[in-house]
Nanobody
């Protein structure tokens, strides 16, 4: 059974930090590009950050560059998103996504975790 389980969301003040985690099971984690997406109320889902299998290449949305860092641990089958200098506009549901590096049609989603940035 494939599972992507996010954790680490919550309420934080502007300027604060959070670290999201996504634990994977039920598939060969080392064969998948991992990403974090977010969706704010009334807005479309957007790609926040992506990391390739080796971890050697990462990509970020312009809005989070310099503030967010994506990383992965293939041994632990986990991907992380370190979020610093959070802004109210970062408020959204953050979801973990896995995409097979050979067949991009094979992908999985987590259920999401809420991040709220507010004073």
């Amino acid at each position: 059974q494939v599972q992507l389980v996010e954790s680490g969301g919550g309420l934080v003040q502007p300027g604060g930090s959070l670290r999201l985690s996504c634990a994977a099971s039920g598939f060969t984690f080392s064969m998948y590009t991992m990403s974090w997406y977010r969706q704010a109320p009334g807005k479309e889902r957007e790609l926040v950050a992506r990391i390739v299998v080796s971890g050697g290449t990462t990509n970020y949305a312009d809005s989070v560059k310099g503030r967010f860092t994506i990383s992965r641990d293939n041994a632990k089958k986990a991907v992380y998103l370190q979020m610093n200098s959070l802004k109210p506009e970062d408020t959204a549901v953050y979801s973990c996504h896995a995409q097979n590096r050979v067949d991009s049609r094979i992908s999985y989603w987590g259920q999401g975790t809420q991040v709220t940035v507010s004073s």
